[in-house]
């Protein structure tokens, strides 16, 4: 099983029996209220998921992610995991404090406020979403944060409750979990739809050169139009019931909030997977892309700056169904021309549910396809 | 003010293997000898760093209860 990146899975939770106590602290100090995703942010650090993160990052480590796509120590890291608050909040706070972040009125960590400091948003939008389009949800959010960012190492007081705890494994539980399967090589997939036909076989296909596959669904806010993540869940759990080895696939989930950064963020999901145990991960077609921002494989070029990434990519182009060859094929293996093939499009799976049709078998699996069926809506409003 | 660290240093190689890198990496996505030079580092150092990491006594009951309670193992 690979290292953490950085070589030690941080962990910063506080023990059971010392959360009440932490909690009274927290009580005592200046409280900075946080929204849902800086708490998934706070969590995934606390737990390891973004090792060697301790914290969140000061403006040398920002300039390095933005310039350079690595932290100063020159790991590689492309997504900027900051903490921003207003100029009036940060006015009260005071660098060499500690200070307590609160999630919907409860203390969720404590934090040693190592540094406050202004940021260019223009800067930090372009960087990492490559654009200054408002119309990418990556930008209108940069453009909303708060005037200053916070920096430093927080210690987690409470876990954040969710519907789907019971699919929520930390990275040390996933370590400890592959290791008790006895796999060696484990192939991380990450997610944000329900699997059709093409995704079960990109799977499969990784499958048959490695011990496990860890399907790892985004679990957290996504755009308009995307399913709902207990329809992501359901459908995978059909999936997996009827047409997996239980001794070859794990899924749990990922709480964390898309950014859409496309390449980048590809590179950052591999580092995440990599933290999950995984030895290879699964990259295809527009990784975390919205729009049109991003070519198609240009998530896959980017991975060429990252040969010390300790998480090889294996890289997919699409698959799809050709009524010739009757099944589930793609371009290396399929010699019929583009008239038989049908592309698995996420769009046009989700216009036939809209219409309150199922897609056909060559499509999605029937038993998947019920699932979602059952939903009057099955879609983020 | 804290002072930046300098993001790159100079290191000295071979004229002679200078030269045959610069001929190496003609026609491929490298730029400099000094790109090639830390890719490969980068590479080496990575690959180095390869071990596994063992769980505490504490940890493993911990997670295995945990696992054992969401039916992930028997």
Known sequence: MPRPHGGKLVNRVFK?????????????????????????????????????????????????????????????????????????????????????????NEPLALMHLEEKYKFNKEEFAEKTYGTLDMAHPGVTKTKNMGNILLAGKIDLINELKGPYDRYKLSPMETRFLFKEKGWRTI????????????????????????????????????????????????????????????????????????????PREAIFHAIVRKNFGCTHFIIGRDHAGVGNYYGPYEAQELFEEFPDLGIPPIFFKSFFYCKKCGGVTNEKACPHSEKEHIIFSGTKIRATFSKGEMPPKGLMRPEVSQVIAKYSNPFVE | MKEKQKKFTTVSIPTALFKKVEERIKGTGFTS????????????VAEEEKTEEPFTQEDEERVKTRLRALGYID
């Open chain 1, 16 to 104: 059971e029996k010392d959360r009440k106590n932490a909690a009274n602290v927290a009580a005592k100090l200046e409280k900075v209220e946080v929204s849902k995703a800086l708490a998934t942010d706070t969590e995934n650090i606390a737990k390891g998921v973004f090792s060697p993160l301790q914290g969140f990052i000061n403006q040398e480590e920002l300039e390095n992610v933005l310039n350079y796509k690595r932290l100063s120590n020159d790991l590689a890291w492309t997504i900027p995991i900051v903490l921003d608050v207003s100029e009036e909040k940060a006015k009260a706070l005071k660098e060499g404090n500690d200070l307590a972040l609160y999630f919907q």
């Open chain 2, 33 to 44: 000898v000094s790109g090639y030079v830390t890719y490969v580092l980068r590479e080496i």
């Open chain 1, 187 to 262: 192939v991380g997939f990450q997610t944000r739809n329900p699997p059709h036909l093409g995704h079960e076989y990109v799977q499969k296909t990784a499958l048959t050169f490695v011990d496990g596959v860890f399907i790892n669904p985004v679990i957290g806010r996504k755009k308009k139009g995307d399913f709902k993540d207990e329809v992501i869940l359901k459908a995978y759990d059909v999936l997996i019931e009827n047409y997996y080895l239980k001794d070859r696939a794990v899924m749990s989930i990922l709480p964390f909030e898309m950014r859409y950064a496309g």
